[in-house]
């Protein structure tokens, strides 16, 4: 099955300052590595993912990187503002239809 | 917009009886369903994965009969935890996801349970 592992897992970032988020993956088959986001009390919300046929996508003040290569991604977040404070997961697929393995998580802290 | 609900938000029941948790998928039907499991501080873990109209499959190490599973359409699927217990209290969240190519999970907002 897949690994999935996640670094760091806490980090506090200066508002306005980047934060960036690494995941490593076991599986070179994986085509696909999602982002989530989750607030506490919530569930997790998918804001970036990407396809193994891309190396890097951007959407606003959110980017992913994949190195297929080294087995590894990250989430890159530029000009960090206090609601960007919460838990980050990353995820590859783990085997079974649809199925994903999820990393540890990183709890961002944005300080204003 | 993919959007999941789950209800209750929040239960809180006696030790021994039995809590039931619906996730629904209200824009689109969904193919396939997961429950996870959530401990404070930690990432989610899978339970189980339902399809409709056939039986879940679940994780290692997860009692099937003790979390019940019925997925009886494309936009429903029921957890129910069965007799209870304080160890069982936990964050349940359920997933959907729509036939694609792709493994897109679209989230509920995840169920407190506690078990006095």
């Known amino acids: 099955g897949e690994n999935v592992e996640q670094h760091p897992s806490t980090l506090s970032v200066q508002e306005g300052d980047s934060a960036v988020i690494k995941c490593t993956y076991s599986d070179s088959a994986s085509n696909y590595f999602p982002w989530y986001k989750q607030e506490l009390g919530k569930g997790p919300q998918l804001i970036i993912d990407i396809r193994s046929n891309v190396g890097e996508k951007k959407d606003q003040r959110i980017a992913v990187t994949l190195n297929k290569t080294a087995k590894h991604f990250s989430l890159h977040i530029t000009e960090t503002q206090p609601e960007d404070s919460a838990v980050y997961f990353c995820a590859a697929p783990s085997g079974g239809y649809q199925k994903v393995t999820f990393g540890t998580g990183t709890k961002l802290q944005v300080i204003p | 917009g993919a959007v999941v609900s789950q209800h209750p938000s929040r239960v809180i029941c006696k030790s021994g009886t039995s809590v039931k948790i619906e996730c629904r998928s209200l824009?689109?039907?969904?193919?396939?369903m997961f429950w996870y499991r959530q401990f404070p501080k930690k990432s989610l873990m899978l339970m189980a994965t339902s399809n409709e109209g056939s039986k879940a499959t679940y994780e290692q190490g997860v009692e099937k009969d003790k979390f019940l599973i019925n997925h009886a359409s494309l936009t429903l699927s029921t957890l129910t935890v069965t007799s209870a217990h304080p160890e069982d209290s936990s964050f349940y969240i359920c997933?959907?996801?729509?036939?694609?190519?792709?493994?897109?999970?679209?989230f509920g907002p995840g169920t407190r349970l506690t078990v006095l």
């Open positions: 824009d689109f039907q969904a193919t396939t």
């Open positions: 997933s959907a996801t729509r036939e694609t190519l792709h493994n897109e999970q679209f």
